[in-house]
C-alpha cells in the first residue's frame, strides 16, 4: 500500500527508513523520497504517525525489558 503516491512509495518503504533510525517526516523524505520536496504533502500526517507508533511501542518495549 502506498503512504506517499507523489513518490510511489510504500508503507514497507517507510517502516523500513523508520526502523534504521529516521525520527522526523524529513529523514524519512531523506530515506525514501516519501513526502519529500514538491510533493502535494497529503502523506506528511501518516508518516509523523507511522514514526510516533514506532518510537512509542519501543519505549513499552524498553520498559518491559
Ligand atoms: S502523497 Fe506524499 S507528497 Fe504527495
Known amino acids: ?3 506517499c503516491i507523489c513518490a510511489a512509495a510504500t508503507e514497507d518503504q517507510v ?3 523508520i526502523t534504521a533510525g529516521a525520527h522526523t517526516a524529513k529523514q524519512v523524505a531523506m530515506g525514501c523520497g516519501a513526502g519529500k520536496g514538491r510533493g502535494c504533502g497529503l502523506c506528511r ?7 510516533e507508533k514506532h518510537y ?3 519505549e513499552v518495549e524498553q520498559i518491559s525489558a
Not at 500526517?45 to 514514526?51: L, Y
Request: glycine residues 0%.
Open 1 to 3: 500500500m502506498y503512504v
Open 15 to 17: 517502516q523500513l527508513c
Open 45 to 51: 500526517d501518516r508518516i509523523k504517525s507511522m514514526i
Open 56 to 58: 512509542s511501542e519501543c
